[in-house]
């Protein structure tokens, strides 16, 4: 069984441009949740994607953004980005049911904003 | 009270010894207690949950140890290894909530040979 997967590996972007990141969830699953990476605020929610509805959403700013495809296939879209976006960007995918919450992670895009 | 706090934020150890890595949190409507092993250039991967209902949790050489009154898990790692070096996130995160995990901020392990 395949595991989830991120694309691209590695992005670098001048500020103020946008970028698209995509993530293919585990077979069967229709959860994706989205997550930021930093050294000095460690891993932190984005949002999450379940049967493409925004299900939760953490605490940052609008330039965030996500959806997800029929095929549970999710993107996340950062606009005008700041210096400050530079991190590992990770999805995780779950079944999405209550009682079955095991999260697996992908490998994550490293996103460098210079 | 959605924080999850994990100590030390670095350990090291010998070889064969048992590291110890604790969480604490605040929110009482968390039931599900995940842990994470991460190397350099990758996601983290799934060791090893818990449920509050039991207090202690077995896989192979991790063992969770679960403290419900208390509000506090932790993680030890039996015979440790040099391969187990590592970083090691706890998290938590209510069922009826699904996907939204909360991390601690991570222990960086480095067991010496």
């Known amino acids: 069984k395949a595991g989830v997967t991120q694309t691209p590996r590695y992005l670098i972007k001048t500020r103020g441009q946008q970028v698209t990141l995509s993530c293919s969830p585990i077979?069967?699953?229709?959860?994706v949740s989205w997550y930021q990476q930093t050294p000095g605020q460690g891993l932190q929610f984005l949002f999450e994607?379940?049967?493409?509805?925004?299900?939760n959403k953490g605490n940052f700013p609008g330039r965030f953004s996500g959806r997800q495809f029929s095929n549970s296939r999710s993107e996340m879209n950062v606009s005008t980005l700041e210096l400050g976006d530079s991190a590992l960007y990770l999805c995780?995918?779950?079944?999405?049911?209550?009682?079955?919450?095991?999260?697996?992670f992908g490998q994550g895009t490293r996103l460098t904003v210079v | 009270q959605q924080q999850v706090k994990q100590s030390p934020q670095s350990l090291i150890v010998q070889k064969g010894g048992i590291p110890i890595i604790n969480c604490a949190y605040e929110?009482?409507?968390?039931?599900?207690f995940p842990w994470y092993q991460q190397f350099p250039g990758k996601g983290p991967a799934l060791l090893i949950a818990?449920?509050?209902?039991?207090s202690e949790k077995k896989e192979g050489r991790f063992t969770i140890s679960f403290n419900k009154s208390a509000k506090q898990f932790s993680l030890h790692i039996m015979d440790s290894q040099p391969g187990d070096s590592a970083t090691y996130f706890c998290a938590a995160k209510r069922s009826s909530n699904t996907g939204k995990l909360i991390f601690g901020q991570g222990t960086t392990l480095q067991v010496k040979p």
């Open positions: 818990i449920r509050p209902d039991v």
């Open positions: 994607y379940f049967s493409e509805t925004q299900r």
């Open positions: 077979s069967g699953h229709r959860s």
């Open positions: 995780a995918s779950s079944s999405g049911q209550q009682m079955n919450t095991e999260a697996f």
């Open positions: 929110n009482t409507a968390f039931d599900y």
